[in-house]
């Protein structure tokens, strides 16, 4: 089993940046791919970027490209997510997630260990 605890979420003015983390538990982080999802006040979950095992390739969301970057770190067993650029359809508590597909889909149904969310904010 994994645990998975994410952190870095905050109230940011459009146009600023955050970063987040994903810290997990246990020795087999290096060996799942992993995602991020974010879910907004009374909307689905919605996938937001993905990673491989072993960092390369990257998969992100059309609304997303080119502001956020995902990366991890395995030594450290903790996943990061870079926002810039944050725009207030942003906001929404993010997640991340484990899945033992070898190429991470966007399906939050293949996902399999989840973190309990953390709160990202951007104002007008």
């Known amino acids: 089993q994994v645990q998975l605890v994410e952190s870095g979420g905050g109230l940011v003015q459009a146009g600023g940046s955050l970063r987040l983390s994903c810290a997990a538990s246990?020795?087999?982080?290096?060996?799942?791919?992993m995602g991020w999802f974010r879910q907004a006040p009374g909307e689905e979950r919605e996938f937001v970027a993905a990673?491989?095992?072993?960092?390369?390739?990257?998969y992100y969301a059309d609304s997303v490209k080119g502001r956020f970057t995902i990366s991890r770190d395995n030594a450290k067993n903790t996943l990061y997510l870079q926002m810039n650029s944050l725009k207030p359809e942003d906001t929404a508590v993010y997640y991340c997630?484990?899945?033992?597909?070898?190429?991470?889909?966007?399906?939050?149904?293949?996902?399999?260990?989840w973190g309990q969310g953390t709160r990202v904010t951007v104002s007008s």
């Open positions: 246990g020795r087999t982080f290096s060996t799942y791919s």
């Open positions: 990673i491989t095992r072993s960092g390369l390739p990257r």
């Open positions: 997630a484990t899945t033992s597909f070898v190429t991470p889909t966007t399906r939050s149904v293949d996902y399999l260990y």
